[in-house]
């Protein structure tokens, strides 16, 4: 019964296999390496979305394959293992991998969570303490669960929120999203009237005490009008009354005028400028009387004036809307978590389970047997006890059945003499755990190329493409570039093919502050050697003059260029423009009806180079490495 139960599993493994392999066939082999079909289908369909005219496969088989080639002598260049194509490929292999090296259901829950928490306002008072006073608000909470102290009377004495604390420790609304998220929930999961149990935020030590909760009343749009008495003299907050009511009287009758006189009137620049509109907003987003007048007043009514801290306000409630669904604050939710320290669970969720699949653990018993190791060493965390632990054969973690070593471990740890023995220990463990994880991500990645056919194809896409860049630059653009003689040499091979309508005007321009200077410059130019390289010319020219000078090489044809119009073919002089560079002749110039050099049409002849040479490095392609095309699968292409 064993026997036929493996030879089952056999069969059914063969025949996955198999199933596999002809569900993504092997379309080409170039240089020895397969081409799956599914590779060749993204590709040639990505290619014909971005173009006007899309190709026909036939069409796009040979630029596919002649792509395959470049990147196949790319290999053969040993491009692929330098140290600047790795680090390049790895940060974007390891950026793509992201969204699936996450536990999407650890992700969701979240979200949910916090979706849950927007349906309902909570209200709630605290009690804050610094991170160091743990056992004084453990001593505190205990006292007030035991009835021997009162909520409020703690949170005056103690809390070192001293808004909230004034007021027996009542802070306002919680806002979903808004605050910490280990304050936020554990204030949604303690019942009205109950204390959580102490809590860190990150920015201290809290007890909270949820006062009241309701459904969630969603969001306000309103506009308002402030006339500040903050800090003002009572005759000050006498004169702000009278004028608020004046306003009031003014928008009451005429409401169509409010974001006028909000815009003339309003002391909050802010708002002013938008005629008084604050946009949307939620509960405990503004200070509690505002709040409650937002909420209360109908959509399209004005307000009385009414006092908070700022002064005194008249709103005007422009529209209100629910919470929305789910799918309508989603994005927002997701960017709270990612701001917040919580955006890693789903990712640790993803390792925790990765390390149950491959079995990845340290060994606990042979990390204790460190402290023995290094305690003959020496005192200092020198080179030479680095030196004995790096060939150390204990294991310390294991990873899908493969250990891994003490050496290998602790030469990654930097040698320092500041630093004692005494930590390394638990600096070797805390490395050994790093490196596990790194090995438990990168065997993930390596399953995710096998499972994942849009991972697959973009990591393929990018690796390729950077192994093209370089392979093309170092025999295409960056040879063209660099190799003068060739350029010229296949200009004046093809010079017929370089022909221009017109006559051009052929010279250096020097340009310079006077006309004194300009006339030694060019007295100067006339003593440097005829054949001297214009690159060559313009440096001596800069080294004798300096900035006072500026020289530029023209070539153009009547109509082209103003400056070279008046210089050579009789038009009229600029108008000088507000410009240092008001002086200037041509020197050495002369009309020629085509081109002496490749420097006359640099652009075109480089680029037909950079063709010609293309074209002759596909030639050597083709023949140095084979190509075989399976026409039967080619036909499957959808």
């Known amino acids: 019964m064993k026997k036929q139960f493996i030879a089952a599993g056999l069969v059914c493994a063969t025949l996955l296999a198999v199933t596999a392999r002809n569900a993504d066939p092997v379309l080409m082999t170039v240089a020895g390496k397969d081409v799956h079909l599914s590779e060749f289908e993204y590709l040639f369909h990505k290619n014909n979305s971005q173009q006007v005219q899309p190709q026909s496969i036939d069409d796009y088989v040979g630029m596919f394959v002649d792509y395959k080639l470049k990147v196949a002598d790319a290999e053969a260049e040993g491009i692929d293992t330098t140290a600047a194509f790795i680090g390049e490929f790895t940060q974007f292999r390891d950026e793509l991998s992201e969204p699936y ?164 009137l309003s002391e909050d620049p802010g708002s002013a400028r938008n005629g008084g509109s604050l946009g949307w907003f939620g509960p405990g987003m503004m200070v509690h009387e505002f709040d409650s007048v937002s909420f209360a007043l109908p959509v399209g009514q004005i307000s009385e004036p009414f006092t908070t801290a700022f002064g005194w306000h008249i709103i005007k409630k422009v529209d209100e809307r629910g919470i929305g669904s789910l799918a309508d604050n989603k994005d927002k939710i ?92 638990l600096e070797i463990e805390n490395a050994a755990v790093n490196m596990m994880n790194d090995r438990v991500y990168e065997i993930s990645r390596e399953e995710l190329v096998k499972t994942e056919p849009d991972y697959r194809n973009l990591v393929n896409e990018y690796r390729d493409g950077i192994l093209l860049f370089e392979i093309s630059n170092r025999n295409v653009w960056d040879r063209a570039a660099r190799d003068k003689a060739g350029v010229e040499a296949f200009f004046n091979e093809n010079r017929t093919n370089y022909r221009w309508d017109a006559p051009k005007f052929k010279s250096f321009v020097i340009f310079a502050t006077s006309d004194s200077l300009l006339a030694e410059a060019l007295e100067f130019a006339a003593t440097v050697p005829s054949d001297i390289a214009p690159a060559d010319f313009t440096k001596t020219m800069r080294e004798r003059f300096g900035r006072d000078i500026k020289v530029e090489r023209v070539i153009a044809a009547k109509g082209e260029n103003a400056i070279t119009d008046y210089l050579a073919f009789g038009g009229e002089k600029p108008k000088a423009e507000a410009s240092r560079w008001s002086s200037y002749a041509a020197f050495g110039g002369r009309i020629i009806d085509a081109p002496e050099e490749a420097a006359d049409v640099r652009g075109a002849v480089v680029s037909d180079y950079q063709a010609a040479l293309e074209k002759e490095w596909l030639s050597r392609l083709h023949k140095k490495y084979p190509v075989k095309i399976n026409k039967k699968v080619l036909r499957q292409v959808k």
């Open 101 to 264: 090296m996450r536990d999407d259901a650890v992700l969701d829950s979240m979200v949910m969570q916090a979706y849950d928490h927007m349906k309902e306002e909570l209200y709630v008072s605290h009690i804050m303490l610094p991170a160091d006073k743990k056992p004084l608000i453990d001593s505190l909470r205990t006292a007030i669960v035991e009835g021997k102290a009162k909520f409020e009377d703690m949170a005056r004495e103690y809390s070192i929120d001293k808004s909230s604390a004034k007021q027996g420790g009542r802070m306002g609304y919680v806002v979903p999203n808004r605050f910490p998220w280990d304050f936020e929930k554990a204030a949604f999961d303690t019942p009205v009237g109950q204390l959580s149990p102490v809590v860190n935020s990150g920015f201290g030590l809290h007890i909270i005490r949820p006062e009241s909760r309701r459904p969630a009343r969603g969001e306000v749009s309103a506009e308002h009008i402030l006339r500040v008495t903050r800090n003002a003299s009572d005759s000050v907050k006498t004169r702000q009354k009278q004028i608020i009511d004046s306003i009031y009287q003014v928008v009451v009758a005429d409401p169509s005028a409010f974001e006028d006189v909000a815009r003339r």
């Open 334 to 425: 997701l960017k709270a978590i990612q701001n917040s320290p919580r955006a890693n669970a789903p990712r640790q969720a993803y390792l925790e389970r990765q390390k149950k699949l491959y079995k990845a653990s340290v060994y606990k018993d042979n990390l204790a047997k460190i402290d023995e190791i290094v305690k003959p060493l020496g005192e200092r965390m020198d080179s030479s006890v680095m030196a004995v632990l790096s060939r150390s054969e204990l294991p310390v973690y294991t990873v899908n059945g493969v250990d891994y070593t003490l050496g290998e471990v602790a030469s990654t740890i930097a040698p320092s003499h500041s630093r004692g023995v005494k930590t390394l220990p």
